[in-house]
């Protein structure tokens, strides 16, 4: 079973209850698909880290092969390649890796070579396996890593907890594509309300099951709270501020793992979401 | 024009809270919201008398011609990005496909198509002289660098004689980032004191430093955990990076965004930190000698 | 010798800041002391702008640029085709081909990390 972790908006609180909720499952798999800026092993600490890269294909041209036709520059929808000086140059940085240039060259030319953009680290954090992608900065797209992370996810028959990147792009759409469950996190202020908005008609367009947690909740009125009301989404848990986790999040420590009553709100949240997805 | 943009890396940091602020404190009459994928700064009290919108065309896409489709599998076989389903007929995924127009290379009955599609919408709000900029790009679409550059360029086209603009930049250390920076005088990284925080600030100065811009840092709800500021202060001292200053946790916060306000509106110690901030950097930033 | 400037429209006395997005080049002849403006065929592309803008004016054969700023790409091109890039010294397009004449230009030094790829940001 899969349950994506969603929020729109950046630091509403994904990665706070996706290491929670991996925590409190047992021998939960949690996957971090935030390839960008991915945070969860600064919680979990896996060990036993293996490392694999990530590649994606580039062209290679053998210029003593090249006849000049230019066949490939002007396929190019990308304008990656370049004929100067009758060499031709690839700039594998808006390469999008579609091999169309091969195939299209008359003279055989052109062959696929690997180009490391990013890795996969596995890891144990006690019952918690961890898959954590890292995109290499100054890499611009990741969804090869996130493609991988998920054909890896779908081999396994551990409960998953999916990190998803924030906002509402293509990367976002990759990681919860398998997912069961959307667990939405969503923070008390309009800001988050609006990208609420945003991220539930995202999951409703996959026709994916969802609920909501409100996170950081406070006495006063809750934008969030009032559109998922109004939408009639699922409120599977309520998070009150809290400056204990304020502090424990900036320690990189997981709550549930010392403090009993967020062990009793996770674990609500989670036989919610179980009755939810039964349902 | 110049252009201060201010990051974060890291999302939920306080970069929109900080940009509305400066840009009321600056009476700045250009602005623009680079976070295409959740625009926020429309949501901080603003009214225009007239908005232009307009549809934003991205790449092209595949497109099946069902009547001329053999089903001969060509297209599935070659397409990298796993973009074509097969069923009783053979659609384009228009999420997946990246318009690399190999599949209409080798389809033999050339039934595919490469056609634009509408991935967003570009937005315009202004008075006589105050020029809002801003895009939303229609979500599962991939374009946000490109339409980064056009909020940016929209902005410069309509406000090029005013002498500078801020920019509330996008998250994160992507294509849209580079093109948040793209142009700029100066980057204000916006950071805070979490794990999670810093490390993010890393690797997002790490990207600015790449791009040689003149840049300063600032902490936001620094009291969350006092140690760990220390840490970025160091971090900022040990990498030449000016500190420009910190704004304590406070609650007035959240009340005034969700009233539609700038913290500036308000009494708080936020408002005042944010105010030493903000001297320190305009200075910096519009300094001809740096 | 074929010089070629950014600029906005086929009758612009200004320079355009963005190279590779411009949408028209003035090319300034040395022996004919006249401009004419080029479109640039790439400036509404979504990705590699400054490559298909810098392909085209080696097409051209042109000998040299002058801009107020360049991306990596787009110099790469352009440095391996020989042209020299010159960094801009005035927003009028004639006083930087003033300077040119008189030498007084120097080599464009500082490269802008522009966009990479456009799609999955």
């Known amino acids: 079973m899969k349950i994506a972790i ?68 002007e396929f190019c929808h990308f304008n990656a390649l370049a004929s100067i000086q009758h060499r ?88 919860i594509k398998d997912a069961d469950y959307c667990l939405i996190v969503a923070e008390p ?61 900036s320690n990189g420590e997981i709550a549930v793992s010392k403090n009993e009553k967020y062990q009793k709100i996770f674990t609500s949240i989670y036989q919610n979401i179980l009755r939810e997805i039964k349902s | 024009m110049k252009q201060l943009v201010i990051l974060s890396g890291k999302g939920g940091t306080g970069k929109t809270t900080i940009a509305s602020a400066f840009i009321q404190l600056a009476h700045a009459s250009a602005y623009a919201d680079c976070d295409v994928d959740a625009p926020n700064l429309h949501l901080i009290n603003r009214n225009f008398d007239h908005q232009n919108k307009e549809d934003y065309h991205g790449l092209v896409k595949a497109n099946i011609n069902q009547e001329l489709c053999i089903k001969c599998h060509y297209c599935v076989d070659h397409c990298r990005f796993n973009a074509i389903q097969e069923g009783l007929q053979f659609v384009v995924n228009q999420l997946s496909c990246e318009g690399c127009g190999v599949c209409e290379l080798v389809c033999p009955a050339h039934a595919i198509s490469l056609v634009s599609s509408v991935d967003g919408e570009i937005t315009l709000s202004f008075n006589d002289d105050e020029f809002f900029s801003s895009a939303t790009l229609k979500m599962g679409s991939g374009t946000s660098g490109m339409l980064v550059s056009r909020v940016k360029a929209q902005l410069k086209e309509k406000a090029d004689n005013l002498p ?10 992507g294509c849209p980032v580079i093109a948040s920076i793209n142009g700029a005088d100066m980057v204000l990284v916006v950071t805070e004191p979490s794990l999670s925080g810093i490390s993010d600030m890393k690797r997002i100065v790490q990207t600015i430093q790449k791009a040689h811009l003149k840049m300063a840092l600032c ?47 308000s009494d708080s110690k936020a408002k005042d930190a944010i105010k030493i901030i903000f001297n320190r950097v305009m200075k910096w930033f519009l300094d001809e000698n740096e | 010798m074929k010089i070629a400037i950014p600029t906005i429209n086929d009758l612009s006395i200004k320079v355009e800041t963005s190279f590779g997005r411009a949408p028209y080049y003035a090319i300034y002849d040395t022996e004919t002391k006249k401009y004419i403006y080029l479109q640039n065929i790439a400036c509404n592309s979504v990705g590699g702008a400054g490559i298909k803008a810098s392909q085209f004016l080696v097409d051209q054969k042109v000998d040299a640029v002058i801009a107020p700023r360049c991306g ?42 522009g966009l990479h790829r456009h799609h999955h940001g």
Do not use: W
């Open chain 1, 6 to 73: 969603l929020s729109g908006k950046g630091g509403t609180g994904k990665t706070f209850v996706s290491v929670n909720l991996a925590s409190i499952i047992l021998n939960s798999l949690y996957v971090d698909c935030d390839i960008e800026e991915p945070d969860g092993h600064l919680f979990l600490h896996p060990l036993n880290l293996t490392e694999n890269s990530v590649n994606v294909k580039i062209p290679h041209i053998d210029n003593t092969l090249c006849n000049d036709c230019r066949k490939c520059v």
């Open chain 1, 88 to 175: 031709i140059t690839l700039f594998k940085d808006v390469c999008h890796s579609c091999g169309g240039c091969s195939l299209i060259c008359p003279m055989n030319a052109i062959s696929e070579v690997d180009r490391k953009i990013g890795c996969i680290q596995r890891g144990i954090a006690g019952h918690i396996e961890v898959l954590t992608g890292m995109l290499n900065p100054g890499e611009t797209s990741g969804i090869s890593i996130i493609n991988r992370l998920m054909e890896i996810a779908n081999q396994s028959k551990r409960v998953t907890i999916i990190d998803c990147p924030p906002g509402s792009s293509c990367a976002v759409m990759e990681s």
């Open chain 1, 189 to 249: 202020t309009i800001f988050g309300s609006s990208n609420l908005k945003m991220i539930h008609q995202l999951v409703s367009l996959l026709h994916k099951k969802c609920g909501i947690v409100l996170n950081k909740c406070l006495d006063e009125d809750n934008p969030s709270e009032e559109y998922a009301r109004q939408a009639k989404i699922k409120i599977v848990g309520q998070i009150p501020f809290d400056s204990y986790l304020a502090t424990a999040n």
């Open chain 2, 164 to 173: 500078f603009a801020i920019i509330d930049g996008s998250p994160g250390i």
């Open chain 2, 219 to 265: 902490i936001n709800k620094s009291d969350i955990n006092i140690n760990q500021s220390l840490a970025i202060k160091e971090f900022a001292k040990k990498n030449s990076i000016p500190f420009a200053g910190e704004i304590p946790f406070d609650e007035e916060v959240i009340k005034c965004i969700n009233k539609g306000k700038t913290i500036i509106e």
């Open chain 3, 72 to 113: 990596e790409n787009a110099m790469k091109v352009l440095t391996d085709a020989n042209i020299k890039v010159y960094q801009s010294t005035s927003p009028l397009i004639e006083n930087n081909i003033t300077d040119f004449l008189n030498d007084k230009l120097s080599l464009l030094n500082e490269i802008n990390t």
